[in-house]
């Protein structure tokens, strides 16, 4: 049972779109990490702006607002409205309120949103989070004693002031309260590749005018109120060529013909901060943000950056902001810049627009590094393990439980992400990189028999690795902390790796001297060096696995169990990530969400296998019998690709079954090594050659793999098919990014066209070398007629691999619709770029 997290906020109270992505990053961020989230609000305030009129039901009207808004995004079972002042409760009942409260192992108190009640605050695991700084602290340093009694009941405590307590920081430091710094997680994934692409104008959201908040400190007033620091810049746009928008709210008629005379363009923020799709394609159709900040953050330098401003580096638009202190903690430069001066802002300007593809970059950088939900999370977890440790040894219950019959905690965390950040070639995200740097030379948990003298290892494990050291550590964790000792045989072959691999498994081989350790001097290649181990080799079961796959308990027992049946010759395991109908859909994030859906399929699908035309070789097994009969892997495949269709083909032409188990399930990276390639522009190079090899050597056309349609898969189908009938008129093409699959492309009168695809119009099989590679085979399709662009939502990753395509898009084509779940839509316009 996964261990749950409450999130407190006042989505109600506040129902706009900026406090909605804030609240929504914290409970899919929580979620990704592997606990099961919960959204609560019971605050006892009335939703006012749900409500038209006195007489409206407003709890009724807050529970539909969260029932539509939280079910969009999986969480429809997993909120729960308490109307406080009238006792009535939605989404459940006071009876399983009371139960989540009590069995939580974590809950914060975001924006310090709730009163600490003894509901709340029973299990010592309320944690206080605020987003706006310096209030609280300067009514602590007064001796407020309503603040003190509001905090005391809380564990621990966290601020978006980050430079609190630091130099340079006026904000006064609690002497009672201990808080730490954190600041706003982003799903990264949210905000790629929203809008109509990169506009004109730098923009911003927000209120002008909040005069009701001013903080006195030390005889001076400290504003809340952003429309006096706007005052100090109101100059601003006569300095610039670029066009400046604010979109506001709280603000008058005299305030806009203010700003205008200046030079502002000024919009009202009402006409999309209610909707979230409308609120992110602002944000998303920005060439960058310009803002200032609150007067108290600014003069007392706090260090609180803007949760919006997160959101546009995440989206890949560079921001200027206000001068907090933030540049203290994060890098500036590139993509973000603080400014003090009028002449800080133009020469930003004139930065960003002299080279704004890069600055771009930076943005998504320091979203990715700084602002990512698992670097943020984890660190708050990481620090409330220090204050609370009790939450550290909760964070799942098997580490619990390990911990309680005094057994080491794996090797492995539960809660460590191991869904990558990027693809071609793979990125994992920071945190999960540091865990694994920091992973010790792991120990077998199971009794380490060594092998029968007389009969042998009954299976031997050959990995080959080329560099990827954060995954070869993260493999043999999971490897030697599952099931895998002495009693089998493991060698590992190394193919000149200039990482620090050969130095760490020369330390795995000291360990364990069970352990075989190949050390080659230069790259052999795949086939080469597998081979190499399986003359060594000497377990009856042959076993090849990548390094960049996490095995679960079982996984060896399950496919040396189907090798019991004498027609089959090869098998291979079910996974999250491969080339074929041997993936399958796999909805976790952690590596403890990993364990458990293994450990479901393999009760679900016992027993089960299914033929299946070729196995990857990230992971297979196969009998000695059947390897002496086929012979090595063809060593012709260079550094690799084609060398699992070619062994497949060659078990089947022996007389054997090629199979796929479905109780069995490993997780694969994919492209840990190959996907490296792809950024000196070998990888096509290396397909194409090999291709040709092997349709020499089987004398004949090789066909791109199918892929397993599951219930999603075929939900994907009919909704892309459902999209480009409301919005393409018959008989236009429209070009997919297909992977080869005619069904996608079948849409109902408009034809569908491959991408990319060879003379003919078939699916290549092969990727554009370069973003400049996809626009020259996309504007040839245009040429020849196509009018759309169908880019799956498979395939999004097109659009942050190759960014000369996406930044095409955005000048030549036109977004016609992008749907979360099915894809975006372009226009190929004509005759020129597109405004």
Not at 373 to 382: A, E, N, S, Y
Request: hydrophobic letters at 40%; one cysteine or more; glycine letters at 10%.
């Amino acid at each position: 049972m996964k261990e749950s997290v409450v999130i407190l906020g006042f989505l109600s109270h506040f129902p706009v779109a900026g406090v909605a992505w804030q609240t929504l990053h914290y409970l899919e961020g929580f979620r990704r990490l592997g606990y099961d989230v919960h959204y609560v609000e019971a605050h006892g305030c009335t939703p006012s702006k749900l409500m038209r009129s006195r007489t409206d039901d407003g709890p009724a009207l807050a529970a539909g607002h969260l029932a539509g808004l939280l079910g969009r995004f999986g969480f429809g079972d997993r909120w729960a409205y308490h109307a406080l002042y009238e006792g009535r409760t939605f989404g459940k009942t006071p009876a399983q309120l009371r139960d989540l409260f009590r069995s939580a192992s974590l809950i914060i108190n975001l924006h310090g949103s709730h009163v600490p009640t003894a509901e709340l605050t029973a299990t010592n695991r309320l944690v206080y989070l605020e987003t706006d700084p310096v209030d609280v602290q300067v009514d602590l340093y007064h001796g407020r004693r309503e603040t003190f009694d509001y905090l005391a009941p809380h564990c621990a405590f966290f601020t978006y002031g980050e430079n609190l307590g630091r130099p340079g920081c006026l904000v006064p430091e609690p002497e009672r309260f201990r808080f730490h710094p954190t600041r706003q997680p982003v799903i990264l994934d949210f905000w790629e590749d929203h809008g109509a692409g990169p506009g004109g104008a730098l923009t911003t959201v927000g209120n002008w005018r909040q005069p009701w908040r001013s903080t006195t400190y030390k005889g001076e007033v400290y504003s809340w109120s952003k429309h006096v620091e706007f005052h100090k810049v109101i100059g601003l746009p006569r300095r610039l060529s670029q066009p400046v928008e604010l979109a506001l709210s709280s603000f008058g008629p005299e305030d806009q013909e203010l700003l205008e005379s200046h030079g502002w363009r000024v919009r009202r923020a009402d006409g999309f901060s209610h909707d979230l799709d409308e609120y992110r394609n602002y944000i998303g159709g920005s060439r960058g943000e310009f803002t200032v900040a609150k007067e108290q953050n600014v003069r007392l330098r706090s260090g609180w950056f803007s949760d919006r401003a997160a959101t546009y580096l995440a989206a890949g638009r560079p921001v200027i902001t206000q001068e907090t202190g933030f540049s203290d903690i994060l890098p500036v430069g590139e993509g973000l810049f603080g400014f003090t001066t009028m002449e800080d802002i133009v020469g930003a300007v004139t930065e960003i627009n002299g080279d704004y593809e890069r600055h771009q970059r930076g943005a998504r950088r320091i979203a990715h590094e700084c602002f990512s939900h698992d670097v943020v999370l984890t660190r708050m977890l990481r620090d409330l393990g220090i204050t609370w440790p009790e939450l550290a040894r909760s964070q799942s219950a098997a580490r619990a439980r390990l911990e309680r019959q005094g057994e080491p905690a794996p090797a492995i965390p539960p809660g460590l992400v191991v869904t990558p950040i990027g693809r071609w070639p793979t990125r994992l995200p920071e945190e999960t990189l540091t865990a694994a740097a920091g992973m010790p030379v792991p120990s077998p948990l199971a009794d380490p028999s060594p092998a029968d003298p007389i009969s042998g290892p009954t299976a031997s494990l050959v990995m080959v690795t080329h560099n990827g050291l954060a995954y070869t550590r993260l493999c043999l964790a999971s490897l030697l902390s599952a099931d895998w000792t002495s009693g089998d045989e493991l060698i590992v072959v190394d193919n000149g790796s200039t990482d620090g691999t050969p130095d760490y498994l020369e330390a795995v081989r000291a360990a364990h001297p069970w352990v075989q350790v190949i050390l080659n001097p230069h790259n052999a290649g795949f086939a080469a060096a597998n081979n190499q181990g399986l003359e060594r080799a000497a377990g009856g079961v042959l076993i090849l696995l990548n390094n960049d796959t996490l095995v679960p308990p079982g996984w060896r027992d399950g496919l040396v169990g189907h090798l019991a049946d004498p027609t089959v010759g090869l098998v291979g395991p079910v996974t999250n990530r491969t080339c074929n109908e041997a993936q399958i859909d796999a909805p976790y994030h952690t590596h403890g969400g990993m364990l458990d859906f293994a450990a479901g399929r393999a009760g679900e699908e016992r027993g089960r296998v299914g033929e299946i035309p070729m196995l990857a070789m990230f992971c297979v097994a196969f009998r000695r019998e059947v390897w002496r009969r086929v012979g090595p892997l063809d060593e012709q495949f260079e550094i690799g690709m084609f060398e699992d269709d070619d062994y497949s083909r060659r078990i089947r032409a022996a007389g054997f079954r090629v199979v796929c188990a479905e109780d069995v399930f490993v997780h694969h990276f994919g492209q840990a090594s190959l996907g490296e390639l792809c950024a000196t522009g070998d990888y096509d190079r290396v397909l194409a050659a090999n291709r040709g090899r092997f349709e020499l050597k089987w004398g004949g056309s090789w066909r791109p793999h199918g892929r397993r349609v599951t219930r999603e898969y075929q939900q994907l189908r009919t909704r892309a098919r459902e999209l480009t009938l409301a919005h393409v008129p018959v008989g236009a093409p429209v070009v997919v990014i297909s992977k080869g699959d005619e069904q996608l492309v079948d849409l109902d009168g408009r034809p569908g066209w491959h991408f990319p695809q060879v003379a003919g119009g078939s699916y290549s099989g092969i990727y554009p070398a370069d973003g400049a590679g996809a626009v020259a085979e996309l504007e040839a399709l245009r040429a020849s007629g196509a009018r759309y662009f169908l880019v799956p939502q498979p395939a999004s990753w097109w659009l942050e691999y190759y960014t000369g395509l996406r930044d095409h898009l955005a000048r030549f084509a036109r977004l016609v619709v992008r749907d979360a779940a099915v894809g975006s839509l372009y226009a190929l316009e004509t005759g020129g770029v597109h405004a």
